[in-house]
Every structure is written in structure tokens, then in C-alpha cells.
């Protein structure tokens, strides 16, 4: 589509601000802009809930946690001290890169319904969701009923890293 | 009709790259907040033609709804952050 090629570029060019920033809080303004981008991007895929959620913790929720933590940090450790790059680096990760390039190849096309991720138990999800569970939302469907155990375990995880998080940065007058 | 909301997005993200500008150069913080708040209302417009143009404003509508709440929290959170600590020296 005429639209993914320019918000490739985009977030190419916001992630290497992110990196290339000369301290920590532009450096956080211009990841918010790389997980405005990114959702975009998700959104145009049609993964809508994965746009919601990188909008809501990449743009929103990380946002707020880096500045709260750079509030806590001093003045000189919001300055980056650049070093130079090291050349295993600069060799090792094209390397990387040619090798993850040459792996996509052999991925299926977007939208390939013959694809092994589309035919393996997808079809039972999309075709008997409705009739199931009753909702219309089939990734709500997925996460809630089907793995609503998954689900609930995982909520169970971020509300212990929550609690941990509220201990360690609250005042501890407990 | 669904060539006109695809030229009014092409439009969108061509617009988005001028405030990124003043994201990745911005000589103060505070350009570089109201550039991050330009981007943002931007990317809100642009998921509601999204939605029209795959016909499903009303999933949409909600992502956006989203969106513009979390941006008045971090927007509000940059605000305390910098009355906290002042804007650093460039």
C-alpha cells in the first residue's frame, strides 16, 4: 500500500533520533513519536488491538515511567556520554541484519490464507468464536475465553510487578 | 470515494514529517513537546480515516478515544516533569 512505505521510513528515522538524541528526555519525546508510529503501522495491518495496546503502554504508560524515573535521576545522568562505536559492531550487525532479511524471504505473503498460521487453528476460532462465546470481538474472544487462564495468570504477573514497582518507588512508611 | 480518504492520508503523514522535524532537531524541550502533541492529534485523525477506509470507524473511533486520553496524561506528565526539574540547557 502507498501508506506503509513512508511510515517505514518514519519509524526508521524516529528510532535513530531516539538513539542519536544528546539527552534522556528528547530521547523519550522522540520514542513517543516511533510508538505513535508503530501503531499506525499495526493499525494498517488491521491488528487493531495491538495498535490499542502499543498506543496505550508505548506512547502513553512508557512515557510517564521513563519521566518518572529520569525525576528521580540527577542532572548529569540525563546527559549521554557517547563513546565511539566498536567495530564488532559495525560488522556483526549487518551481518544480523542480512541474515534476518534472508529468513523473511521464506515467510508467506501478508494475507496468505494457505499460510500455516492461517490454516492451522484459526479457521475454528473465526468460524465458531460467535456461536462459543458470544462475543464479537474475536481477539477478546481468544484472550478471554478461550486463554482466559493465560490471561489471568498474566494479569496476576503485572499486578505483582505493580505492587513491587508501588513498594520500591513509594516512600516505604508502611 | 476510497481514492479521496487515500490521498487525505498521504496528506496526513506528509504533514506528520514537518512536527517531526521539530521532534529529532528541536533546539529546546519544548519545541520538541508541542511537536510530540502535533504528531499525536495527527495520528488521531489519521486512525479515524483508517477506520473509514477499511469500514470499521467504530473500532476505530475507540483507539483513538485511547490515544487522545493517554496523550493528555503524558502531556500532563511532561508538564509536572519539567516544573519539577526546569528545561535542561542546551
Known sequence: MI?????????????????????????????????????????LLGAVDVAFVEAVVGAGLA???????????SEKDTQIRRSAIPWTALIGLPIVAILLLYGAADLPAFGDPGSPASTHISPIYLEGSVAQTKTPNVVTAILMDYRSLDTLIETVVIFTAGIACALIYGKGSA | MSSFFLFVLVTLTALMVVYLYRVIRG????????????????????????????????????????????????????????????????
Do not use: H
Open chain 2, 27 to 90: 533546539p529546546s524541550v519544548f519545541d520538541r513537546v508541542l511537536g510530540l502533541n502535533g504528531i499525536s492529534t495527527k495520528a488521531i485523525v489519521l486512525l479515524v480515516v483508517i477506520g473509514t477506509v477499511f469500514e470499521r470507524v467504530d473500532m476505530f473511533v475507540d483507539i483513538s478515544t485511547g490515544y487522545a486520553l493517554l496523550n493528555l496524561v503524558s502531556a500532563l506528565a511532561v508538564a509536572k516533569f519539567l516544573e519539577e526539574r526546569g528545561a535542561p540547557q542546551e
Open chain 1, 3 to 43: 501508506l506503509e512505505l513512508p511510515l517505514l521510513v518514519f519509524l526508521v528515522m524516529t528510532a535513530a533520533g531516539a538513539i542519536l538524541a544528546k539527552d534522556l528526555i528528547s530521547a523519550v519525546f522522540i520514542l513517543g513519536t516511533y510508538s505513535f508510529t508503530l501503531a499506525l503501522v499495526w493499525a
Open chain 1, 63 to 73: 512515557t510517564v515511567f521513563f519521566l518518572l524515573t529520569l525525576s528521580t535521576a
